[in-house]
């Protein structure tokens, strides 16, 4: 029975569904957790920001490790640490124990993130049926985040949140990845050398630029959002159906995907998904009321974040080289986590002081910044390239 269940689909649905699940939960509500318990918006951003930071200096080893010791090992060690902080943040009550405890957690789930989607892209199934269940899964935890808090108590989220993550545990112990059964003929100065071979690329570390900045709006809107539709005045709960509601939007993308993905110049995806982010926060700025605000974050919050990830995974598997495709992938991650760190900052402030319109106006310029630079990038076009397929 055992080897039924050995890389077979419900250990990969196992662990993407309750995976993401989990990320959900711990994630999707913590602005409004902290802000309930009588804390800033710039206070709030400065809690994430520094998960933000800490993820950023672990992500590069997290990738040596996973090319080391093997991507099934990292992933069980990185899940079973996260549990234990996990329990520690449920007993923070301060806001260096909820910096240290939430940075703690989200530096290892941001650490396993990166691999997640080549996984699912290098599986035995195609990409979408794989990453599907992550935004069924993350669907379902934004959901359960709102019932629990206001049904049962803000602390039964994480006391859920670990339950969840046990599961995915048991997903992650029935898969087999490819890059694991490699030999394992690397060395450290083979790995120097992958990431030497990376910063190399101009065009790579040209987006990465891109990606920063586009990545920091789409965080800081992630962490925000949620906060945003509740003074605006929908209840916790709504809200967060919302907000799942939006997740399940990105499904047809992510099941489809073979459709495009594949066939589509990169430029254009890359451009439809930018104007599309644009249009978003101009559209909160502007305050056109709450149902607009409804609307939006059903039709482009995770949607667009969602196309933004598998355009970058095509960016990536056309400007470098296949056997740096992890770090690459990696770095990428980095790279989101600086850029978050920068702009979410900005925004807690420009809340506190302003309001969450002026804080979208600033996003949107952002916005502008990234799509004057997509211009300027070059992606060369690899024949044969079926990443999605």
């Known amino acids: 029975m055992f080897r ?36 800033s918006a710039s206070q709030v951003s400065l809690v994430v920001s520094a998960s933000f930071f800490s993820s950023m200096l672990v992500q590069p080893i997290m990738g040596v490790l996973n090319d080391a010791i093997g991507i099934k090992k990292v992933t069980i060690y990185s899940f079973l640490f996260i549990i234990v902080g996990a ?12 910096t240290i405890w939430y940075s703690a957690v989200l530096m290892l789930i941001n650490g396993v993130n990166p691999v997640m989607d080549v996984l699912a892209a290098r599986s035995p199934y195609t990409y979408g049926k794989i990453r599907i269940w992550g935004t069924f899964g993350y669907a379902m935890g934004s959901q359960l985040a709102g019932l629990i808090y206001k049904f049962i108590s803000p602390q039964a989220i994480f006391i859920v949140f670990i339950g969840m993550m046990c599961v995915s545990i048991l997903g992650v112990l029935g898969i087999e990845p490819k890059q694991d059964q490699r030999p394992k003929k690397t060395t450290q100065t083979k790995n120097d050398s992958y990431i030497g071979q990376i910063f190399k690329n101009k065009t790579y570390l040209f987006y990465l630029v ?57 430029k254009k995806l890359l451009y439809i998904s930018l104007l599309i982010l644009l249009l978003q926060y101009v559209i909160y700025g502007l ?62 402030d420009i809340i506190d002081k302003s309001g969450y319109e002026m804080m979208s106006f600033f996003l949107a310029g952002v916005m502008i910044v990234v799509l004057v630079l997509a211009f300027f990038l070059k992606v060369p076009n690899k024949p044969n390239q079926k990443l999605f397929g």
């Open 4 to 39: 039924k269940f050995q890389n077979s689909y419900f250990a990969y649905f196992l662990m993407y569904n309750f995976y993401f699940l989990s990320y959900s939960l711990f994630s999707t509500l913590i602005s409004v957790y902290m802000l309930d318990k009588g804390y």
């Open 287 to 348: 305050d056109f009321g709450l149902t607009s605000k409804i609307l939006l974050t059903l039709m482009s919050k995770h949607a667009t974040g969602m196309l933004l990830i598998m355009v970058t995974l095509k960016i990536v598997a056309n400007v470098v080289d296949e056997k740096y495709m992890v770090t690459a992938i990696v770095l990428v991650q980095t790279a989101r986590n600086l850029g978050t760190i920068l702009i979410q900052n900005i925004a807690g």
């Open 210 to 266: 891109i990606v920063a900045l586009y990545s920091g709006v789409g965080n800081t809107g992630h962490t925000y959002i949620p906060s945003m539709l509740e003074h605006s005045g929908l209840s916790v709960n709504v809200a967060t159906t919302v907000v799942a509601i939006s997740v399940i939007c990105e499904s047809p993308l992510i099941f489809f995907s073979y459709l495009f993905m594949d066939k589509l110049p990169i």
């Open 87 to 98: 329990i520690f943040f449920m007993q923070a009550n301060n806001l260096l124990l909820l």
